[in-house]
C-alpha cells in the first residue's frame, strides 16, 4: 500500500469513527432515526451470528429481538465513545450463553444457514453446484466446532471484528483471543477435511 493509499485508509477510519460517534450520541439522545439507522446497518449482522451459534432460526430471531430491545432500553445510557458494533455483538453473546443456561443445552436443532460466501459472482452451473457442496460442509463442519471456538471464528472471520474488538466481546485478553482463534481455526479445518473425505468416500462407492 502507497503512503497516500495509507493516509486515505487512515483519514476514512477517522470519518467512519467520527460518523459512529455522531450516531451514539444520537441514540444516547433518544434519536428514533439513529436507532433505524444502526438496525438496518447490524441487523442482517447479529442475525447471522445468532443463527450460526443457536442453530435454530426460531431461537436466533428471538434473541435478536432482545438484542435491539436492550439497545432500546439503554441507548440513553451508552458511553459517548462506545463502539457499536462490539457493544451489540457482546449483548448478543451473553443472551446466547443465557439461552445456553435456562436451556440447558449448547446446540439447538438445524436450520437453514444464511450462505457463508457473496453470491454475485458469475459461475457457471457445475462451479454452482461444486460451491454449494463446499459450502453445505462448511456450516457442517462449522456446526460441529464447540461454541467458544465457533464464536470467535464468526466475530472474526465472518464478522470481520478487530481481533482487539473481539477478545472484548468474548471478554478475554487479545493474547487468549489470538489463542482461541488459533485453535478455533486448526478445529475448523480438521471437521472440514472429514468431510470432505466422507464426500469422496460417497463419491467412490456411488461410481462403483
Known sequence: MTVSRMKASGVMVRMERELEIALVGRLRAGDVLAF?????DYNPRLLGFLLRMTKNRADAEDLLEETWLRLVSGGEELAADTRLAPWLFTVARNLFLSYCR????EQ?????????????????????????EFQDRLEAALAEVPPMYREVLLLVGFEGLRPADAAAVCGITPEALRQRLSRARALLSQRLKDKERSHEMVSKQVSL
Open 102 to 105: 435456562s436451556r440447558a443445552r
Open 108 to 132: 439447538a436443532h438445524t436450520c437453514d444457514l444464511i450462505s457463508l460466501w457473496p453470491g454475485d459472482l458469475s459461475r457457471s452451473p457445475y462451479d454452482s453446484a461444486c460451491l454449494s
Open 36 to 40: 433505524d439507522a444502526v438496525y438496518d
